[in-house]
Structures are given as structure tokens and as C-alpha cells.
């Protein structure tokens, strides 16, 4: 287009305000892949943010049901706690040896990765499995509902998580590290770090919080 | 575990025969008649043989122009859809008095729900999306948007919805419950039925494709501009569609985890929003608004955006008080998230909340009064031709200014408390929708007809679609306003007041008067795809434009732009204009380059497939094809992420036929401006 | 678009994207991070079970500790700076925080008022029981 070029500086600066930074142009690909990933995640808190919400409300309403103090074990919200830090220490690992092509280092830091979220997902649902053989469960009370929701909505994500990493490795099997696998390696470490974020929400308003009560 | 189910009830779930509504003559006509325009469509297309040009061209097309259009396609088909629903609510208020009318309550229930939910979800929605992604890549100077492929996904996730909610005409029933679904009239004891499932699974598949939408189209806006389009140089409907999606982008998972809740108490028996066991359901009214508020400026902000490039374009003027338009959008978009408050005033929070929300709801008209003044300015003293597009602009201003008055008289608590849930508010959100958003995409519609079809539509029948669909609006919604200040409630099936009756029968009037500027909408479509050689943009610049989208052929090759184009300021193709005026023409042969383009890819299709599946499945219990819907959608992202080249190359020889087949014919049109 | 890892100068960096840095380097942040988050955490847990501290104090400090840590994840996993190459992820990052604030803060209140008002069935029943 040569018209393009031939637009007068005077143009540039049309309110006199000094210097203008001119715009570089569309950014790599790997910044749009990751910067759009992480509008997602946000998106994805402002939905916890609801059962967040949801459970701050109903926290009190149990319907003469048990309250949180009655159900919880700290020993196991511990337990998962370790699991997902250590997790998303590995997950960094295996992000790491991504970058720098290293295979080995690679499917070790993911499997630990995987391993980790299996044991949390483990204890996760012996915990549920137990309130509800209990009689506790979600429809038992407003309260069991919204702790079921907020802890359960967590737990699902790390499921997919666990789906996505296994995916992934598979992936760096077949195709080996690729431009757009390591984007999409970029992408996971980002939601299973964001993952922990919640967590720490979780553990922290239900399980310490609301067990305190 | 009670009974082991029987194998029916495995393989069918709550499905059988009684589903069909064999009793009800008029949604199984409506229905049968669309089944067979559908199926007429079909067989035309394959024994025409168009079949592999649309799946090539369309169906599996990544290209934001091509996926724009479909967005709109949807929402115009289904604007019908809606306007039908319309139409039998006005005349059922216009014969009910004192008597049944024609449709039994519980139908007349489905039509309002579904009117409410049609028109937002599947009309509003996918028709400024669908002019976001067909103009924004383009205004931008870019070649395509963020994630070419998820825009698809995007789409056709948007399209299982709507299809679900037309299911539900035939198969089924849909939702009675209005179109937002409020408990506990939405909860199983008082709604057994799959209506409100039809409701709440359409939303939260199309929900998805929003979702998507706006991260693509927020990243679109943040990342990807051309060289020199600085924030502040972007066109104005840039702007909106920023503020637009990141609103998307931070409201529509409030709708979905509140849905979620929905569903979660109506499938597994959970107490978010019952009345018993400590549910409360004050809590969906409190987050489905959280949502819902910004809903309506998601909405209305790409609109502004197009009033804006309109009003300046046939102004011949740049946009007045561009900084305080940008500051203006953006002070909306925080503020729409604080006043959700006021759709439920009457509720009870009592009055430090109710003052609080009602001051916050009267503080974002200010900036929105910005706007019309910025508007009003920018037409002031400039050289005014009124096409079609601008006659929508005016009549907008007009439309809107009133609808925005009697929102602020709403947002006083105390005024509130009298006028909430009367036919004086379904009025007053007409009188924005209308007045904004589809004014808003109508014009957006003539505005940019021609750039994505390479003619101009006929300008005869455009104002004559203007005319008739002003008026009638007024006609309409006018009486609206009347009888809700004499009391008369919304989503009455029928009524016993003599002093409702004559507003009621005026109002049926102008809807038909509203329905005649439809139907000069769609003979405009048929009168200009008939005369499209007369009226053909050889140009690319057929409103003497001053944003980038003009600088390209009509309608553009399918990378846009042969060259990133090098913006130094605001307008930046009216000062290229200018400056080729000055400096007589160059002509110096540009050095073309190969241009990577991504591929085309089935994966939105197949992916909405499989959600359709799903989704449908979901309704109606049947597990066993929920999971398999499942693994599908999840085994067509593997398969995406699995392919090998997700980019051709368009070699540098045919971006340069291409390219200069356009520059000819706009070198003709400036050394002709230049000779005047 | 071209498939760089790095950007060149002048775009804003990619949010998780670490400045150059040495992997000797890189795994030394992570094992930062995950010592100030196991102690933030160990810290919480305590507090939760003690008697030690003033109770009233608790649950001030538990959602004191849980933005600590949350903020150690930011930055440590997630590499969120305050460098200028980062101003498009953290205005994204504020603008959802804000969202979530409204959302959760507004709920909070507007729920408490209209408990206040209306009290749900079950409260009512109780209330003149």
C-alpha cells in the first residue's frame, strides 16, 4: 500500500502532549497465546468469585445440619495443601525443562505434577464420599451445597488439569517441543499455577476460616 | 437406589412421545414450516452442489469476516424468530380482555420467556459480535483476530444454543418462567418440566461461545494492532469493543456460575436458590443481575461505537472530543459492574443499599450523556448527508435519549418502587434495546454491507425500513409506557381494566407498522443483491470513510491488508487520503511478501456438534450420550492439536495480483477527488 | 505473526514469561516461592488451631495470609512484575480483581441487608418459634 507511508509526522502528536511511543505492531504469537490464556484464567476467577460469593452467604445456614467445624479435618486440608504447592513447584520444573528442550526433565516434573494432583483429587473425594455416606451431602443442607459447589468446581478444574497435563505429554511425545506445544506448555503452567491461587482461597475462607467457627 | 431402571429409561432418558406437542396446533405448525424451509434449503444446496463451497468457504472458514457474517446471518434469522414471538404477545394483549385470547396461559409463558432470551441471546448478542469480528481485525489493520480458530468454535457454540432453544418448540417445551429464569418458579417442584433445562443448557453452551468471543476479541484489541495504532489513534468502536468484551469477559461467568447453581439444584437436588434448607433465593436475583447489568452495556457499547464512526463519517468531520469518548467508555465499563442493585429495588435490601445503587445507576448516565453530546458536536457544523446509516444514527439519538430519561426516573428507588414490573419498565428497556442496540446494528449493518459484500445496499428501501420501523417503534412502545403508569403489570396472558384496553390495541398497530419496516428490511436485502452490479464498491470506500477497514478492496482479500498499513495519528485512513491528495499519487511498485494465513479447520463445527449432543442429551437425561458427546468435543481438540501445519502460504504473486487490482481503482478515485 | 519464543524489544512480555534468566536462576525463584508459600501456609494452619494469638484476630489474619501467599504465587510462579514490559497483564489482572471485589463484597452486603430485612424462611420460622 503506498499511500500508507506518505501520512505527515504533524499527525503523530494531534494534542501537542510531546513524545508519542509509536505502537510496534501486532505482538508475537506467544505473547497473544498467553495474554488471551490469561484474560481466560481471570475470567475463570470471576466465576469461583461466585461460589466464593455463594458460600460467604449460606455459610451459616445449615439447616440444622452439621456445621463446618463438625466436618472438617485440617490433617487432610494439610495433606492436599503440600500436594498442590508441591505440584505447582514441579509443574514449574517441567516448564523449565521445556523451554530448554530437555525431554527427561521434562516428563519427570509432569509426572510428579500428575502424580501430586491425583493424590489431592484422591483425598478430595475420599473427604466427599465420606460426608456424603454420612448423610452430609450437597442436598442436605444450603451450606453442604455451597461447600460441595466451591470445593468441587476446584476439584474439577484440577481434573481437566490432570486430563490437559496427561494430553500434553502425549502431545510432546508425538510432536516434540514445537512452537505451539510450548505455547500451549505455557498455557497449563498458567492454569495449574492459577489452580493453586484458588486454593489458597479455599483452604483459607472454607476449610480454616469456616472451621474455626 | 430405588428400582432398577428399565432400558427404556437408560437408552431415552425422560424422552418419549408425549414430548411432541401433538395438542398444540401452533408451535407444531411453526415448527413443521421451518423443519421444511430448512430441509427445502438443504436439498437445494446439495442438488445445486454448493455443498463443498460452503463447507470450504463457510462452515469450516477461520476467516473473522467470514465468521462475522455467519454471527449475523444468525442473529437476523433468529431477530424473525423473536419478532414472531412479538408479534402473537401483542395481539394475545390486544384481544385478552376480559377473555382467554388465543393462547393458553402456559403457552403465552413459553412465548414471553422465550422473546426475552431469543432477542438478548441469540439477536442482540451474535449481531454486535458478529460486527466486532467482521470490522474490528480490519480497523485495526491487522489480518486476522487473536485465535482465527477458537472464533469458530466461538460461533457455532453460539449457533447450538440457538438451535436448542428452536428445538424446544417441537421437542419439548421451553422455559415459563421469563427470560431469566427466577426461583423457585424455576426450580424442579414448580417446574418440572424440561423447559427451564432447554433454557439453562442453550445459555450456558452459548455462554461458552461468548466466553470465547471476548477473550479473542479482547486480546484482538490489546495485541494485535498495526504498526503506529497507538491506544489512543484507534478507531472509536475499537474502544467499544474493548470495553464490550472485557465486560464479556468479567460478567458472563457470573451468568454461568449462577446457571450452574440452577442446575446443580434442579439435577442433584442442591439447596442454592429452594426454598427449603436454608436456600436462598434472593441470592440468584442478586448474581444473575451482577451479570445481567453489564449484559446491557455489552450490549450497547459496540453500538455507541458504531453511532460514533457513523455520525463522523457522514459528518465528513473526525469525532468530537475523541479522549473524552474513550474516557467515557471506559468509566462505563467500570461503573456498569456497580449497580446491579436496581433491577431489585423492591426486594428489600433496604435503604442505605437501595440510595447507594440508585445514585451509582443515576452517575453512569453522565457518561453516556458525554456521548450524545460528543454526537451532537461532532454533526455541528459539519456536512451532513443523510444515508441510511445515519438516519439510524439520528433516530438512535433520538430513541435513546428518552429511553435513557426514563431509566434514570427508574433508577430512583422511591419512583421505583411504583413502576417495577409494570408495562412502564418493559417500555422503558425496549426503548434502549431497541432504540440502541438495534438501531445500533442496523446501522452498523448499511455501514458496513458493502465493505463485506462489495455493494452498496439500496438506499430506497433502507430509509423506507427506517421510517417504518421508527414509527412503528413509537406506535408500539408509547401505549407501553401509558398503561404501566395506569398499573398494568408485565406478562399479563389477560386482563379485566377497560383503561388498558385501547393502549394495548394502539400498541398492536404499531407492531404491525414495526413488522412492515422489517419486511423493507428484507426487500432491501433482495432489491440489492438484484442490482448488485449497479450498485458495486469498486473502491473499497464507498462513504468516504476515515478508518482503516475503507483502505482495503470490498470486499477485502482474505489477508486484509497486502502490507501492515503505518499509522501516524488519529483517522488514520482519511489523513492517507489526504496526504495522496497532496503529494499527487506515488507510484513506486510495492515489494510484495509470501502472506501465512491459518488454515481453515471443521473443529467449531464438529465441536458444536458433539455440544449439541451433549446438550441435548443433558435435557433429557439420557447419560449414556452425554459422555459420549463428551469424549467427543474433548477427542475433536486433540485432533486440533495434533495437525501438523496449521498455516498456507499465499505467495507474494498473488497477494500482488490481488493487491493492485485495488490500488488501480482507488488511484482513479483520489486523482479524481484531487481534480475536484 | 512469527513463532518466537523471546519478543523483540517494545511488546509487552507474555504473563508467565520470565525475563532472561539462567535456569540455575529461574529454579531458584520456584524453590523461593514454594518455601515463602509452604510457610505462609504452615503459618495459617497454626493460627487457625492455636490459642495463642487473640481470637478475634483470626480470621483478620487468615485473609491477610491468604493475599500474602496469593501475591507470592503471583509473582513467583506466575511472574507477574510491575516492569513496564508487564502493563497489560497486571491492568488485566486489576481490572478481574476489581470484578471479584464488586462481586464477592457487593453480594456480601447486599445479601447481609436483605437477610436483615427479609430473613430467609428457615430464620423466619426459627425467629417466632
Known amino acids: 500500500m503506498s499511500m500508507t ?24 504469537k506467544r505473547t497473544v497465546t498467553a495474554y488471551g490464556f490469561w484474560v481466560f484464567l481471570l475470567s475463570d476467577i470471576v466465576m469461583f468469585s461466585c461460589f466464593f460469593a455463594a458460600y460467604a452467604v449460606l455459610v451459616n445456614q445449615t439447616a440444622d445440619g452439621p456445621k463446618g467445624s463438625e466436618i472438617f479435618e485440617q490433617r487432610n486440608v494439610a495433606i492436599e495443601t503440600v500436594c498442590l504447592l508441591l505440584s505447582s513447584f514441579t509443574c514449574g520444573m517441567a516448564s523449565i525443562a521445556a523451554d530448554v528442550r530437555n525431554r527427561f526433565w521434562f516428563y519427570l516434573g509432569m509426572a510428579v505434577t500428575c502424580v501430586l494432583g491425583l493424590i489431592f483429587l484422591a483425598i478430595e473425594f475420599r473427604e466427599f464420599a465420606d460426608l456424603v455416606s454420612r448423610g452430609y451431602g450437597p442436598s442436605r443442607s444450603a451450606f453442604l451445597s455451597a461447600f460441595f459447589s466451591l470445593v468441587g468446581c476446584h476439584g474439577l478444574h ?39 491461587i484458588i486454593w489458597v482461597g479455599v483452604f483459607s475462607v472454607v476449610y480454616l476460616l469456616g472451621g474455626g467457627a | 437406589m430405588q428400582a432398577v431402571p428399565t432400558l427404556e429409561a437408560l437408552m431415552l432418558g425422560k424422552l418419549d412421545w408425549s414430548a411432541i406437542p401433538f395438542d398444540q396446533p401452533i408451535p407444531l405448525i411453526a415448527g413443521g414450516v421451518v423443519l421444511v424451509a430448512i430441509l427445502a434449503v438443504l436439498i437445494w444446496v446439495v442438488v445445486k452442489g454448493h455443498l463443498p463451497y460452503l463447507w470450504h468457504e463457510w462452515i469450516t472458514s477461520v476467516d473473522h469476516k467470514r465468521i462475522g457474517v455467519m454471527y449475523i446471518l444468525l442473529a437476523s434469522v433468529m431477530l424473525l424468530r423473536g419478532g414472531s414471538d412479538a408479534i402473537m404477545m401483542r395481539i394475545q394483549q390486544a384481544i385478552a380482555y376480559q377473555s382467554q385470547g388465543y393462547l393458553p396461559p402456559e403457552h403465552y409463558n413459553q412465548i414471553f420467556s422465550a422473546h426475552g432470551t431469543i432477542m438478548i441471546f441469540f439477536v442482540a448478542m451474535p449481531f454486535v459480535i458478529g460486527l466486532m469480528n467482521l470490522v474490528v481485525p480490519l480497523q485495526l489493520g491487522v489480518r486476522d483476530v487473536a485465535f482465527p480458530t477458537l472464533n469458530s468454535v466461538g460461533f457455532w457454540l453460539t449457533a447450538t444454543g440457538a438451535l436448542l432453544v428452536n428445538l424446544s418448540l417441537v421437542i419439548g417445551e421451553f422455559a415459563r418462567t421469563g427470560w431469566l429464569a427466577f426461583p423457585p418458579l424455576s426450580e424442579l417442584s414448580y417446574s418440572p418440566g424440561v423447559g427451564v433445562d432447554y433454557y439453562a443448557w442453550s445459555l450456558q453452551i452459548s455462554g461458552v461461545g461468548t466466553l470465547v468471543a471476548g477473550i479473542n476479541l479482547v486480546t484482538t484489541v490489546l495485541k494485535l494492532r498495526t504498526k503506529g495504532m497507538n491506544y489512543l489513534r484507534m478507531p472509536m468502536f475499537c474502544w467499544t469493543t474493548l470495553a464490550s468484551n472485557l465486560l464479556i469477559v468479567a460478567a458472563f461467568p457470573i451468568l454461568t456460575a449462577t446457571l450452574a447453581m440452577l442446575l446443580l439444584d434442579r439435577y442433584l437436588g442442591f439447596h442454592f436458590f429452594t426454598n427449603e434448607a436454608g436456600g436462598n433465593v434472593m441470592m440468584f436475583m442478586n448474581l444473575i443481575w451482577a451479570w445481567g447489568h453489564p449484559e446491557v452495556y455489552i450490549l450497547v457499547l459496540p453500538a455507541f461505537g458504531i453511532f460514533s464512526e457513523v455520525v463522523s463519517t457522514f459528518s465528513g468531520k473526525a469525532l468530537f472530543g475523541y479522549r473524552s469518548m474513550v474516557l467515557a467508555t471506559m468509566a462505563i465499563c467500570v461503573i456498569s459492574f456497580m449497580v446491579w442493585l436496581h433491577h431489585f429495588f423492591t426486594m428489600g435490601a433496604g435503604p442505605d443499599v437501595n440510595a447507594i445503587f440508585g445514585i451509582a445507576s443515576m452517575i453512569i448516565a453522565v457518561p453516556t450523556g458525554v456521548k450524545i453530546y460528543n454526537w451532537l458536536f461532532t454533526m455541528y457544523g459539519g456536512r451532513i448527508r443523510f444515508a441510511t446509516p445515519m438516519l439510524w444514527a439520528v433516530g438512535f439519538m433520538v430513541t435513546f435519549i428518552i429511553g435513557g430519561l426514563t431509566g434514570v426516573l427508574v433508577a430512583v428507588p422511591p419512583a421505583d418502587f411504583m413502576l417495577h414490573n409494570s408495562m412502564f419498565l418493559v417500555a422503558h428497556f425496549h426503548n434502549v434495546i431497541i432504540g440502541g442496540v438495534l438501531f445500533g446494528a442496523f446501522a452498523g449493518f448499511e455501514y458496513w454491507f458493502p465493505k463485506a459484500f462489495g455493494f452498496r445496499l439500496d438506499e430506497r428501501w433502507g430509509k423506507l425500513a427506517f421510517w417504518f420501523t421508527f414509527t412503528g417503534f413509537w406506535i408500539t412502545f408509547v401505549p407501553l409506557y401509558a398503561a404501566g403508569m395506569l398499573g398494568m403489570t408485565r406478562r399479563l396472558q389477560h386482563y379485566n381494566v377497560a383503561e388498558w384496553r385501547p393502549w394495548m390495541i394502539v400498541a398492536a398497530i404499531g407492531m404491525a407498522v414495526l413488522s412492515i419496516g422489517v419486511i423493507c428490511q428484507i426487500m432491501q436485502l433482495v432489491v440489492s443483491i438484484r442490482n448488485r452490479e449497479a450498485l458495486r464498491d469498486r473502491t473499497g470506500d464507498p462513504w468516504d470513510g476515515r478508518s482503516l477497514e475503507w483502505a482495503t478492496s470490498s470486499p477485502p482479500p482474505v489477508f486484509n491488508f497486502a502490507f501492515h498499513p503505518d499509522v501516524r495519528g488519529e483517522d488514520a485512513y482519511w489523513d492517507m487520503k489526504i496526504a495522496a491528495q497532496q503529494q499527487s499519487l506515488e507510484h513506486d511498485v510495492p515489494e510484495y511478501q509470501d502472506i501465512e494465513m491459518p488454515r481453515n479447520s471443521p473443529t467449531g463445527f464438529v465441536c458444536a456438534f458433539f455440544a449439541t449432543i451433549m446438550g441435548f442429551a443433558l435435557i433429557w437425561h439420557i447419560w449414556w450420550m452425554v459422555i459420549l458427546g463428551g469424549i467427543g468435543a474433548f477427542a475433536t481438540f486433540v485432533v486440533f492439536a495434533w495437525r501438523d501445519h496449521d498455516e498456507y502460504v499465499i505467495p507474494a504473486a498473488e497477494v500482488a495480483a490481488i493487491d493492485r487490482v485495488n490500488l488501480e481503482e482507488r488511484r482513479s478515485l483520489v486523482s479524481m477527488a484531487g481534480a475536484i | 505473526m512469527s513463532d518466537q519464543t523471546h519478543m523483540p524489544a517494545g511488546h509487552d512480555l507474555a504473563p508467565g514469561d520470565e525475563e532472561q534468566h539462567s535456569v540455575g536462576e529461574r529454579v531458584l525463584g520456584y524453590v523461593v516461592g514454594l518455601g515463602l508459600a509452604l510457610i505462609l501456609t504452615a503459618t495459617s494452619f497454626f493460627i487457625a488451631g492455636t490459642d495463642l494469638v487473640w481470637q478475634p484476630s483470626i480470621p483478620v489474619a487468615l485473609i491477610v495470609l491468604a493475599i500474602a501467599q496469593m501475591g507470592v504465587h503471583l509473582v513467583f510462579f506466575l511472574h507477574i512484575t510491575t516492569g513496564p514490559d508487564n502493563t497489560n497483564n497486571v491492568l488485566a489482572l486489576a481490572f478481574g480483581l476489581l470484578v471479584v471485589f464488586l462481586v464477592v463484597g457487593g453480594t456480601v452486603w447486599i445479601m447481609s441487608h436483605l437477610n436483615q430485612n427479609m430473613p430467609p424462611m428457615d430464620d423466619f420460622i426459627r425467629m417466632h418459634s
Open chain 1, 5 to 28: 507511508a506518505t501520512a505527515g509526522r504533524a499527525h503523530a502528536d494531534p494534542h501537542h502532549i510531546g513524545l508519542v511511543i509509536e505502537h510496534p505492531g501486532p505482538a508475537p
Open chain 1, 158 to 196: 484440577v481434573s481437566a488439569g490432570v486430563l490437559w497435563l496427561l494430553t500434553m505429554m502425549a502431545q510432546v511425545f508425538a510432536k516434540g517441543f514445537r512452537a505451539d506445544v510450548l505455547r500451549r506448555m505455557m498455557c497449563f503452567a498458567l492454569f495449574w499455577h492459577a489452580l493453586d
